[in-house]
């Protein structure tokens, strides 16, 4: 049996191949240019979900950069990682922001900045199951319920992550997902 990339009498199987018209397959491969993804992925908050995703992130393209207010907390281990003590700076159309700790006592302003600024998407972690802690934060500030109703939560795609690294990879997915209307899944 042979799947699309290998036939019969090839070596490589891909030697024997006709000119694939998907640009996509052509970087797939390794023969075109990934294209240049312009988006800014801010991950609030050092823990170690926000470690692994910021990595990915980079890996996918996103500019990742760590915001935690709390200097003693943020000491990234990637290179290539902005690190900040605040969004200022870093939210425009092309910024996702993901909080990845919901305990925070920064966690209602750090949320009401985000909806304020003209970042495309913002979610927090947390388990749907449990009460929203963000959502009496925000009312706390002020901030109004149609504001509020924009935070995502959950985030990321529903592949049942438990580590932090499966986390931050179905988050990952999520946001790719959305960036590219997609709706995620095994559905194409």
């Known amino acids: 049996m042979t799947d699309q990339h290998s036939f019969p009498g090839s070596a490589s199987g891909l030697a024997d191949l006709p000119p694939d018209p998907d640009p996509a397959c052509d970087v797939a491969h390794g023969t ?26 980079a890996d996918a393209g996103f ?45 209602g302003p750090l949320l009401r900045d985000a909806l304020a600024s003209p970042a495309r998407w913002v979610g927090i972690l947390g388990n749907p199951r449990h009460p929203a ?19 995502h939560r959950p985030v990321g795609l529903n592949i049942g992550s438990h580590t932090p690294a499966e986390i931050a990879l179905a988050t990952l997915a999520g946001l790719i997902a959305d960036r590219n209307s997609r709706p995620g899944g095994f559905e194409f």
């Open 63 to 107: 500019r990742p950069v760590l915001v935690d207010p709390d200097p003693g907390r943020a000491h990234p281990d990637e290179t290539g990682v902005a690190v900040a003590s605040s969004l200022d700076g870093y939210l425009d159309h092309t910024t996702d922001v993901v909080v990845t700790d919901h305990h925070r006592p920064e966690l």
């Open 133 to 151: 802690p963000h959502v009496p934060a925000l009312a706390a500030l002020g901030v109004p319920d149609t504001e509020i109703g924009r935070v």
């Open 32 to 57: 075109a240019p990934a294209p240049v993804v312009s988006r800014t992925l801010v991950a609030v908050f050092a823990s170690p979900v926000a470690g692994y995703l910021l990595r990915y992130a």
